[in-house]
């Protein structure tokens, strides 16, 4: 990660299907992941961290939710939750 976070105020994040190159989730950064996930959390409120990793990786149009897949939207998610950005509760509900 970064020495400045200056990026975690980006709010877009591109999904797969826009161009031709499947990403596999190591590839996307963790960055445009904090941006799925609050894209996600601004509708929705507040989620278990289980069922934000499902509806992040649908905002980002990952095919399926893989091992891979939920350890980097899980990591972007605690990233996230280290630099105030979403604050997650003893029994794993992750709110904005």
Do not use: H, Q, W
Not at 13 to 40: L, M
Not at 45 to 67: C, F, G, H, M, N
Request: hydrophobic share 40%; net charge negative; glycine share 4%.
């Amino acid at each position: 990660m970064r020495d400045n976070d200056d990026v975690l105020s980006c709010d877009f994040f591109r999904v797969d299907g826009e161009c031709r190159i499947r990403r596999s989730p190591t590839e996307i950064s963790p960055y445009e992941i904090v941006a799925a996930a609050k894209s996600v959390l601004t509708d929705k409120i507040s989620l278990y961290l289980s069922d934000l990793v499902k509806e992040a990786a649908r905002e980002l149009r990952l095919p399926k939710v893989t091992e891979e897949a939920e350890n980097a939207i899980r990591y972007a998610v605690k990233y996230g939750s280290k630099r105030g950005i979403f604050t997650i509760s003893a029994s794993d509900m992750v709110s904005l």
